[in-house]
């Protein structure tokens, strides 16, 4: 197959689009007219932004809870939390030592 991409090519280049802002939601294809709604296509009721796409929707939220329940269920006390559009989590210890850290999607997909 002329195209074909490994798994490794093709999450790097969803990593790629994601940390550069260049995923193409609602929002942007509606403003150059390539769909009929900005809106959401899983929840119909925000504009689909990437924040929204992969944080605020209620459809992602059981992913990230899913994730949250597995890290408490490790003893890691976490507290997920959207800072920045690069996807970074925090990881908030109890004795409010910070780490900053990027979950992979191979992680994520080991999860659950």
């Known amino acids: 197959m002329p195209y074909k991409a490994t ?3 093709t999450l790097r280049n969803f990593q790629y689009k994601y940390i550069h802002r260049i995923i193409a939601t609602n929002k942007y294809l509606f ?3 390539l769909s009929n709604s900005n809106l959401c296509d899983f929840c119909s009721e925000n504009i689909e932004t990437i924040e929204h796409l992969f944080w605020e929707c209620k459809h992602i939220q059981p992913i990230w809870n899913q994730l949250a329940s597995f890290l408490e269920q490790q003893q890691l006390n976490v507290k997920l ?12 210890r109890t004795d409010r030592k910070m780490e900053t850290n990027t979950i992979s999607p191979r992680f994520l997909k080991a999860c659950g």
């Open 7 to 9: 798994v490794e090519s």
């Open 31 to 33: 403003k150059c007219k």
């Open 81 to 92: 939390s959207f800072l920045n559009f690069q996807g970074s989590i925090v990881a908030e």
